[in-house]
Nanobody, 115 residues
Framework: QVQLVESGGGLVQPGGSLRLSCAASGSIFRFNNMGWYRQAPGKQRELVALITSGGSTNYADSVKGRFTISRDNAKNTVYLQMNSLKPEDTAVYYC?????????WGQGTQVTVSS
C-alpha cells in the first residue's frame, strides 16, 4: 500500500514563502506522474503543479512564476516551493501520485496566507 505524507504547511504572511514536501513510502519511479492539488473552503479541488517521471512540469496559470515543483528520486520525495504567496493561495494542499491503474493521495497539509 502506497503512503504519501505531506509536510511543510503553516501560516505565512502575504509575500512569504513555504516549501511543501511529499514523502512516498516507496520508490517514486513507479509513478507516471506526481502532483500537488489544493482545495479551498467551498471550492473544488484543483491541480496546482504536476511533474512527470521524465521531469516535465505543468502549472496552473494562477501559480506560474511563483511555485516550483521538483522531485528527489533518491529521497522518494516531491517538493512544492511556493514564493510570493497570496491570500488566495490559502487551502489544504494534497499530494497525488498516479500509476497506470491507481491513484494515491496524501492526507493534506493546511497552508494559510494571512497578515
Amino acid at each position: 500500500q502506497v503512503q504519501l505524507v505531506e509536510s511543510g504547511g503553516g501560516l505565512v504572511q502575504p509575500g512569504g514563502s513555504l516549501r511543501l514536501s511529499c514523502a512516498a513510502s516507496g520508490s517514486i519511479f513507479r509513478f507516471n506522474n506526481m502532483g500537488w492539488y489544493r482545495q479551498a473552503p467551498g471550492k473544488q479541488r484543483e491541480l496546482v503543479a504536476l511533474i512527470t517521471s521524465g521531469g516535465s512540469t505543468n502549472y496552473a496559470d494562477s501559480v506560474k512564476g511563483r511555485f516550483t515543483i521538483s522531485r528527489d528520486n533518491a529521497k522518494n520525495t516531491v517538493y512544492l516551493q511556493m514564493n510570493s504567496l497570496k491570500p488566495e493561495d490559502t487551502a489544504v494542499y494534497y499530494c497525488n501520485a498516479n500509476e497506470v491503474i491507481a491513484a494515491y493521495w496524501g492526507q493534506g497539509t493546511q497552508v494559510t496566507v494571512s497578515s
